[in-house]
């Protein structure tokens, strides 16, 4: 699930107690795993725009012609799942 998404993506260990998630491991890995939750939550409230993504080096921005976005996508983000999974990394349309 989500958990093992943001774990794998952010190298953090990620937890949930209740309504609290805590994150263990490096800062910078704590660091991912935090931004990358907000990420999540920010996307079922509609596209997501990371600030700044060309100065991190865990972005990577790849352009999708519109005519191709549902062959990416994948019924109900589908493919876009898998190769999250293959990969250890979270996408999504900006």
């Known amino acids: 699930g ?3 998404k943001l774990e ?3 190298g ?3 937890q949930y107690v209740g309504h609290n998630a805590f994150f263990s491991g490096t800062r910078e890995q704590r660091r ?3 931004s990358y939750m907000k990420w999540l939550f920010e996307q079922l409230e509609g596209p997501v725009y990371v600030d700044g993504w ?6 990577t921005v790849v352009e999708v012609p519109c005519d191709c976005v549902g062959y ?3 019924a109900r983000r589908a493919t ?3 190769m999250e999974e ?5 996408m999504f349309f900006m």
């Not at 293959?86 to 979270?90: A, D, P, S, Y």
């Open 2 to 4: 989500t958990r093992k």
């Open 72 to 74: 990416i996508t994948g």
């Open 32 to 34: 991912r795993a935090k």
């Open 54 to 59: 060309q100065d991190r080096d865990d972005c």
């Open 80 to 82: 876009l799942g898998c």
């Open 8 to 10: 794998r993506s952010s």
């Open 86 to 90: 293959e990969w250890g990394v979270l």
């Open 12 to 14: 953090a260990v990620v």
